[in-house]
């Protein structure tokens, strides 16, 4: 099990676009179309999967939020900053 983070580590090692939102760090990411964030969510998926790592993934028109933390943990632990900036090289 991951260690949850203090503050200060999650300020530092929070990718930009990303917010903190109690206990979880957020983001949406933004597409041209309805069908391109389908497609980023389904590689954020295999992404995740690989990881063994889930994220919360909300699909909209146009945009993708995710939502990670790190339940067994009880909060924001390195296996989130790290999945996120994941996401962020997926999104381009």
């Known amino acids: 099990m991951s260690d949850v983070l203090d503050d200060e580590a999650i300020e530092a090692g929070l990718p930009d676009g990303w917010t903190r939102d109690g206990d979880e760090i957020a983001r949406t990411f933004e597409f041209d179309s309805y069908l391109e964030g ?46 996120a900036a994941r996401f962020d090289e997926l999104a381009g």
């Open 38 to 83: 389908v497609g980023f969510a389904s590689g954020a998926a295999g992404i995740a999967e690989e990881a063994f790592h889930h994220p919360e993934m909300t699909i909209g028109w146009r945009e993708v939020e995710v939502r990670l933390t790190t339940h067994d943990a009880g909060g924001i632990t390195g296996k989130d900053l790290d999945l």
